[in-house]
């Protein structure tokens, strides 16, 4: 999981996070170096990213003798200069090396007034003017004394290049405090008792000068550390901050991967900020991923907890609709079809009820739940498409059984009652005995019998009615009830709209005019 990722310690960085490679160059100042060397151009260092491995022969020189070694009868070639790194280009080990700089130029005005402060004697002794002493700096014999003044001369002139080069590299914002140390230390040593002919004293004071610089640049650079570590503890205690929200914010409600992602951001955050910013002291970068990690523990914490009630839900709900499976598979085949299409129905109420059992597992559930399921509701509609032609199938034998009926009207007399009574029987035999009709049609269709049964009734009743000694008493008043009913029929069915009640209400007429008749 990304968000377990180990991040790289804060204080085990590589040289290259550490030291920036400067191209303007470091000081050269371990050792003075040796005659015909090539110095460094203005704005370059001699250290070993700038040092060939070997450098390339300069015009011979006649090599000044010393107490120890008198000079030889021939003036001996020069030896090779060797490249000399300054400790803080040790400390850099420059990954590749460059070709070597190009030795500094000197105009004969500077190279004149560096020898004005110096002297050789007739043994080829040279000597250095300092203050108002001498100091004999070596020996060039067999050499005239312009020819011996110009070497030390010019071995002067190198040293206040040096100097000219780290008041230079002073201004360079990627100068490091250590370096300042290492190249004042580098450049006392070396202009203390220097083998050059020059104005030593100007060049000491001028040294001084960088040194009391130096200080104020590192105090410089001491503060814009600080700014730097302030500035580095804020931006990524923003990153801690930020986690810490989100694992205070953790709850029922979150949506554990969106937060992951979340946590996953600022992980690669503080990495690209640890790689990008100023080193941080390692107590406040202990500090700050103790908080960052901290946050993230409870998170995962928090997120392997709800995974397992996840699982264990999950597993009860399995558990759940596997038995609701099972009750279905027992019923999938019954042909009670109310009954049983009540307990799917049923069921289907626990299945929504249960929850959720993973996506995988809840679509395999579904679909043999769906099966069992089907397999009932297949088998009923296609009962349901039986009986319903079997009773399409009804509805015309009955439909030709009322016209048969409604055949026997009017009925005018008692005896043409009877014989209309008789044929009734026999089509309402035939009529139970063919079975059910669409609901629809029941109302429609059993309502045309009973007005003819209702119209056979009336002449029946009219004729017993008349055979009746009582009857002629009633027969006015009767007569007068059904005048009155026929009128208001009349009425209702001139009002209603809908054709099923029009028709019954017609019906209902029609055999209240043949109880008229009857009466009449």
Do not use: C
């Not at 070497?151 to 490091?176: H, M, T, V």
């Not at 610089?213 to 410089?220: D, I, L, P, S, V």
């Not at 035939?430 to 045309?448: L, M, Q, S, T, Y």
């Amino acid at each position: 999981m990304a968000d377990n990722t180990a991040i790289t310690p804060e204080n085990t960085s590589t040289p290259q996070e550490e030291h920036t490679a400067d191209a303007e160059g470091q000081v050269a100042a371990a050792t003075t170096p040796e005659a015909g060397q090539e110095q460094a151009a203005p704005g370059q260092t001699a250290s070993t990213e700038d040092a060939p491995t070997q450098s390339a022969p300069v015009p011979a020189e006649p090599q000044p003798a010393t107490a120890e070694a008198p000079a030889p009868a021939a003036t001996p070639a020069a030896p090779k200069p060797k490249a000399v790194p300054s400790p803080a280009a040790l400390a850099h080990k420059a990954p590749h090396i460059k070709a070597a700089p190009a030795a500094p130029t000197y105009s004969q005005e500077e190279i004149d007034k560096a020898e004005a402060f110096g002297r050789v004697d007739e043994q080829g002794n040279v000597f250095v003017r300092e203050g108002d002493q001498e100091r004999q700096v070596g020996q060039f014999p067999n050499a005239d004394a312009k020819e011996a003044l110009d070497l030390y001369a010019r071995r002067y002139l190198d040293l206040k290049e040096k100097l000219n080069l780290f008041a230079s590299r002073l201004r360079s914002p990627k100068i490091k405090a250590h370096e300042i140390d290492e190249s004042i230390t580098s450049l006392k040593e070396e202009t203390s008792q220097p083998e050059a002919v020059g104005d030593l004293a100007a060049l000491r004071t001028q040294l001084e000068q960088l040194a009391e610089k130096g200080q104020t640049r590192k105090a410089e650079l001491a503060q814009a550390r600080k700014d730097a570590m302030a500035k580095a503890i804020k931006e990524r205690t923003a990153i801690v901050e930020k986690a810490e929200e989100l694992a205070a914010s953790l709850g029922d409600s979150t949506n554990w991967r969106s937060t992951a992602d979340k946590f996953r951001s600022l992980f690669e955050q503080w990495q690209h900020h640890q790689r990008t910013t100023i080193r941080m002291d390692k107590a406040d970068a202990d500090a700050l991923w103790k908080r960052f990690s901290s946050a993230r523990t409870t998170f995962n914490q928090a997120r392997r907890k709800w995974a397992q009630q996840r699982d264990a839900q999950r597993s009860e709900t399995k558990r759940i609709k596997e038995e609701i499976i099972a009750e279905a598979d027992q019923i999938k085949d019954s042909t009670d079809w109310g009954p049983t299409s009540h307990q799917f129905n049923e069921l289907m109420d626990r299945w929504k009820q249960a929850g959720r059992a993973g996506r995988q597992d809840d679509d395999a559930l579904w679909a043999r739940f769906r099966q069992a399921a089907d397999v009932f509701f297949n088998a009923r509609q296609a009962d349901r498409d039986k009986t319903s032609v079997n009773e399409r199938e009804n509805l015309t034998k009955k439909e030709a059984l009322v016209a048969k009926a409604e055949a026997l009207l009017p009925v005018k007399d008692s005896k043409a009652a009877k014989q209309a009574r008789q044929e009734l029987a026999k089509i309402q035999e035939e009529w139970d005995a063919i079975g059910f009709v669409p609901r629809d049609d029941v109302r429609r269709i059993e309502g045309r019998m009973d007005a003819v049964d209702r119209q056979i009734k009336a002449v029946e009743d009219a004729a017993w009615n008349q055979s009746d000694p009582e009857a002629d008493a009633r027969v006015s008043s009767f007569e007068q009830q059904l005048a009155a009913q026929l009128q208001d029929l009349d009425q209702r069915i001139a009002a209603e709209q809908d054709p099923a009640k029009k028709q019954e209400l017609e019906a209902e007429k029609a055999t209240k005019e043949q109880w008229m008749n009857a009466v009449r």
